[in-house]
């Protein structure tokens, strides 16, 4: 069984589009998040969700909007999308210890490609 | 702010040697975690191996150890042995009060037959 899983594994879409992106974890994990890796490789966290909350927002334009229904989900929404989002986003989630997450499980990442 | 820098954008090495990678981070806590996590070509993100900062042992995983040196915020890994399938691209990774992990900007190693 997948541990964190997110649909679609790949996304191409046309700029000015809206797209959806879909994480599930089945680890019984209280805290979700989003996480960027642009073309450079260069992976830096753009949303945190502990049991549905919204904890950590980056500095992340207003168009790119998560949405947690549980704390077993989490989804990215993105609206008129531009070329600049093109990446790989990736969902993870994370069990805590004395406050901090022990380690973070990830997904295996969507491919955005913004033409 | 957090940071996390490693300094070696690539490294190559032949099969069954030892290759260190290294890792420097920046903080003001006491109570931190730090990570290894490995990327191979299928983009999968893999954890190596963690270290909590108020352990001074150093911690092992097989073929993998680390060398934290609180004191300098140093976190290197060794890969001792090394395989072909440790071709991947490696981040060190940090995560203290804000919860947030932090990742380097990586290296690429390359395992040569």
């Known amino acids: 069984d997948t541990a964190v899983s997110q649909t679609p594994k790949y996304l191409v879409t046309q700029m000015g589009n809206d797209k959806s992106i879909k994480c599930e974890q089945n680890?019984?994990?209280?805290?979700m998040y989003w996480y960027k890796q642009d073309s450079k490789k260069f992976l830096k966290i753009m949303f945190s969700?502990?049991?549905?909350?919204?904890?950590i927002n980056e500095t992340v334009p207003n168009r790119f909007s998560p949405k947690s229904p549980d704390k077993a989900h989490l989804n990215l929404h993105i609206n008129s999308l531009e070329l600049g989002d093109s990446a790989v986003y990736f969902c993870?989630?994370?069990?805590?210890?004395?406050?901090?997450?022990?380690?973070?499980?990830f997904g295996s990442g969507t491919q955005l490609s913004v033409l | 702010a957090q940071t996390v820098t490693q300094s070696q954008p690539e490294m190559s090495v032949q099969e069954a040697e030892t290759v260190t990678l290294s890792c420097t981070y920046d903080?003001?806590?006491?109570?931190?975690?730090l990570f290894w996590y490995k990327q191979p070509p299928s983009r999968q993100m893999i954890l190596v191996i963690r270290?909590?900062?108020?352990?001074?042992q150093n911690a092992t995983e097989n073929r993998f150890s680390v060398n934290f040196q609180k004191a300098a915020k140093s976190f290197s890994l060794k890969i001792s042995d090394s395989q072909l399938g440790d071709t991947a691209m490696y981040f060190c990774?940090?995560?203290?009060?804000?919860?947030?992990?932090?990742f380097g900007q990586g290296t690429r190693l390359t395992i040569n037959p």
């Open positions: 993870a989630s994370s069990l805590h210890y004395q406050g901090l997450p022990e380690k973070l499980f």
């Open positions: 990774a940090f995560v203290q009060g804000a919860q947030k992990l932090v």
């Open positions: 680890l019984g994990h209280d805290t």
């Open positions: 969700y502990n049991n549905k909350e919204l904890i």
């Open positions: 903080t003001s806590e006491s109570n931190y975690y």
């Open positions: 270290q909590e900062a108020y352990k001074q």
